[in-house]
């Protein structure tokens, strides 16, 4: 796989071959900006009728979607790693969340969602990062934060049972 260099703004058609998530559960429209040296990504996410978490009845989607909306951020920023070294992606599993802080009970359809994170800590393949989402109605106030670890690995045998 030859190193490739990605723009900051990382549109669509683009991002949907970082990630593995696919179809309707592929909920990033586009990135904004990353660092792989920083471990730093923003996303945006529009949210729409049609998209697979919206409920008619508060005409958008609860707040708890951000987390989900982070967590592919984390991946995307990995994703974008891979490409710009060269590696394929590491499958990444979720291990823990904490202080997880909601301050709107949900997103309005016809807003967009942006998110970002940053890497806090790293121990071997453990990775937490900080993920914070914003509606595009209070881009200055922080919605929803939440700190996420993760093991990324490429050998997938350290889950299997011994």
């Not at 030859?2 to 703004?9: A, F, S, W």
């Not at 660092?35 to 996410?45: G, P």
């Amino acid at each position: 796989m030859e190193p490739r260099k990605l723009p900051q703004t990382v549109p669509f058609e683009e991002l949907y071959y970082l990630l593995p998530h696919k179809d309707s559960m592929f909920l990033l429209d586009h990135l904004t900006a990353h660092d792989i040296e920083e471990r730093t990504l923003e996303s945006e996410s529009l949210i729409t009728k049609d998209h697979i978490f919206y409920n008619e009845d508060i005409d958008g989607i609860n707040s708890y979607v951000a987390f989900e909306l982070i967590a592919q951020s984390i991946s995307a920023l990995s994703g974008v790693t891979g490409c710009e070294r060269g590696e394929p992606p590491k499958p990444g599993f979720l291990l823990s969340l904490l202080s997880y802080e909601a301050k709107v009970p949900y997103f309005k359809a016809g807003t967009s969602v942006h998110v970002k994170i940053k890497k806090v800590d790293e121990l071997d393949n453990i990775l937490t990062y900080y993920g914070e989402a914003s509606s595009s109605e209070n881009p200055d106030e922080v919605a929803v934060a939440v700190t996420v670890s993760v093991m990324e690995t490429t050998d997938l045998r350290v889950l299997e049972n011994r």
